[in-house]
């Protein structure tokens, strides 16, 4: 069932970035095998190193009033956007527009999953 979980959230992750491709022209993403390593990278990244560092920077993310965590999240994108080859963010502003709207598709369409399957 996790496996289930998983393919989902690299399905919506690819949507996901597909929508900043479309969005953003600092952002570049060259044919559908970078597209496709990007969102598994974002997907595992966000899944198991994401949560270790939030309690590692708990303290921070409190003192900050979560901008923290937003900035965990700009992490996550970056270093999907380091490994995968073919895939490239230009300008600081680019990553926070990006992360800003991967964290509204994921919301919209996992929402939209959530409705459908109860």
Known sequence: MIWVALL????????????VDWMF???????????LLAAGIL???????????AILTLPL??????L???????L??????WIT????????WTYVGATIVISLV???VGWFIERVSS
């Open 8 to 19: 989902v959230r690299w399905g919506i992750n690819t949507l996901a970035l597909i929508v």
């Open 106 to 108: 994921n919301l919209v």
């Open 25 to 35: 022209g600092g952002v570049s993403i060259e044919r559908w095998w970078p597209l």
């Open 61 to 66: 993310i409190i003192v900050t009033f979560g």
């Open 43 to 53: 997907t595992i990244a966000n899944t198991i190193i994401k949560p270790v560092l």
């Open 85 to 92: 080859p073919d895939f490239t963010i230009d300008g600081f």
């Open 76 to 81: 996550m994108l970056g270093l999907a956007e």
């Open 68 to 74: 923290a965590y937003f900035a965990l999240n700009v």
